[in-house]
């Protein structure tokens, strides 16, 4: 599971620049409709891999991404069942007004090759 506790939220900002040194400071001002829980994004993804890719590969809890359209941006994460969560190999994004699964058929084959790979590695070392 992630790190983060209770209601704590992330917000990623695409495509953002900075010269270095810099003072910075963001505010965040949002009006958008919200369909889609960080709950259900999750638990969508979830069922997508399962469905599509495997069953040992699960959406974590997603952190919210504003660009040109808001979206949950949710970790894909490999577990074993002899050793449990293993390690991320992917992310999904989930818009939040409707609820689709922003993937292609090429995006889930490059996430169960990453998923093959890390499993083989950790199967070695154990």
């Known amino acids: 599971m992630s790190g983060r506790k209770g209601n704590e939220m992330r917000a990623e900002l695409e495509e953002i620049a900075l010269p270095a040194p810099s003072e910075v400071k963001i505010e965040l001002s949002l009006t ?26 699960y959406g974590e809890r997603p952190s919210l991404v504003v660009g040109r359209q808001l979206l949950w941006r ?12 293993v390690g991320q190999v992917g992310v999904l994004d989930v818009d939040v007004q409707t609820g689709e699964i922003l993937f292609t058929q ?17 199967c070695r070392v154990t």
């Open 32 to 57: 958008a409709q919200v369909n889609v829980t960080d709950f259900t994004a999750q638990r969508k993804v979830s069922k997508l891999l399962l469905d599509e890719v495997g069953n040992l590969l």
């Open 74 to 85: 949710v970790p894909v994460w490999l577990a074993l069942p002899t050793t449990g969560p």
């Open 106 to 122: 090429q995006v889930l084959n490059e996430i169960a090759e990453r998923g093959d790979v890390l499993a083989q590695c950790t």
